[in-house]
């Protein structure tokens, strides 16, 4: 079975959206998310899709939805999580969102990356609470972001 990481920007109260939308602009933020999953599968909810409004580029995309009937270009479709997990090969794989899929990840995934945003914003989403009896920080780069005034850190937590 393919291994499973799951990729987050998160405010500083693990909120992660507001109306299927980023409420922040983190350019550094996108920039890691490209790096990172570029070449890889991405799999995410049919509503984190329709927030992106594509098939991202040099990643292999696989959309969860119930509804059978739903297709993109460029995207495969899988009904749940195990038939978009069978879907893979056994390479590394990024679970992107939104925060059902991110609730039904977290007892799969082996590694978290997590953009860690010092502030709170207005959020009607939330990233599922990180327990430290599960998960250990192996990594932490911290930075500043002139352009958008936002402290935040590059962390990773493996599985204990």
Known sequence: MSSLSIIVATDSKLGIGIDNKLPWHLSEDLAHFKRTTTGHAIIMGRKTFESIGRALPNRRNIVVTRNHDWHHAGVETATSLDA??????????????????????LDL????VVTEIQQEFACDAFFPAIDPLLWKETGRETHYSEASHLHFAFVTYKKI
């Open 109 to 112: 995934a082996n590694e978290l």
């Open 84 to 105: 978009a997990r069978a879907l893979l090969n056994d390479d590394l794989a990024y679970i992107i969102g939104g925060a059902e899929i991110y609730q039904q990840s």
